[in-house]
Structures are given as structure tokens and as C-alpha cells.
């Protein structure tokens, strides 16, 4: 079965940086899509970002783009997340995803999902 296991959450002060990563295994998908999603209290599901697998294509939501970086470690089956600049705005449970398809904004579209972990931004 396929399982996604994110770590890397944590408390981090405003203006700093975070690194969160997704292990994927149990899948056999040749072309597949990674994504990262976070969700605050009260608060819809919200795109943060993805990456094809097959060639490290990356698309981002507007709230991140320019201070958030997806990236792909294909020896290690680990997708990350790299968040720089970081607001109090960005504090939610971030979880990643993914899907035997193309990359979609969607959080519907994906079928498997990590069990999310929390960051925390102060100021």
C-alpha cells in the first residue's frame, strides 16, 4: 500500500526557515504527481506546491511562490519542501500527496495522503 510519511514541522520564528520532508513508498506508479497542501483551523485545504516526479517540474501556489522551493530525492523516495521568509500566516498542518497522474492545485485529484505535521510560526 502506498504510504507518505512527512516530518520536519516544528515552532519556527517569523522571517525563518523550515525544511519539511515526504517519504513515499509501497507505490509502483510510473508517472506520478507529489504535492504539498496545508490547512489551518477554521480554514480550506490550500495548495502550497508540487513536483512531477518524472522530470522535477514544479508549480506553486501564490501565497508561497518566490520563498518556497519542492524538490525530489529519487535514491531516497523523499520529496521537500523548503519555506523561507516565513509568516505567521503560514502556520498550519502541512501534508503531502500524491497520485498516478499530472500535477493538479486540486486536493481532490490526489488519493493518498501523509498524516500532516504541524508548523508553527511566531513572531
Known amino acids: ?36 497542501f496545508r490547512q489551518a483551523p477554521g480554514k480550506e485545504r490550500e495548495f502550497v506546491g508540487g513536483i512531477m516526479w518524472s522530470d522535477g517540474s514544479t508549480i506553486y501556489g501564490n501565497s508561497v511562490k518566490g520563498r518556497t522551493t519542492i524538490s525530489r ?33 486540486l486536493a481532490s485529484r490526489y488519493d493518498y495522503w501523509g498524516q500532516g505535521t504541524q508548523v508553527t510560526v511566531s513572531t
Open 1 to 36: 500500500q502506498v504510504q507518505l510519511v512527512e516530518s520536519g514541522g516544528g515552532l519556527v520564528q517569523a522571517g525563518g526557515s523550515l525544511r519539511l520532508s515526504c517519504v513515499v513508498s509501497g507505490h509502483t506508479f510510473s508517472l506520478y504527481a507529489m504535492a504539498w
Open 73 to 105: 530525492d529519487n535514491a531516497e523516495n523523499t520529496a521537500y519542501l523548503q519555506m523561507n521568509s516565513l509568516k505567521v500566516e503560514d502556520t498550519a498542518v502541512y501534508y503531502c500527496a500524491t497520485h498516478p497522474g499530472r500535477l493538479s492545485v
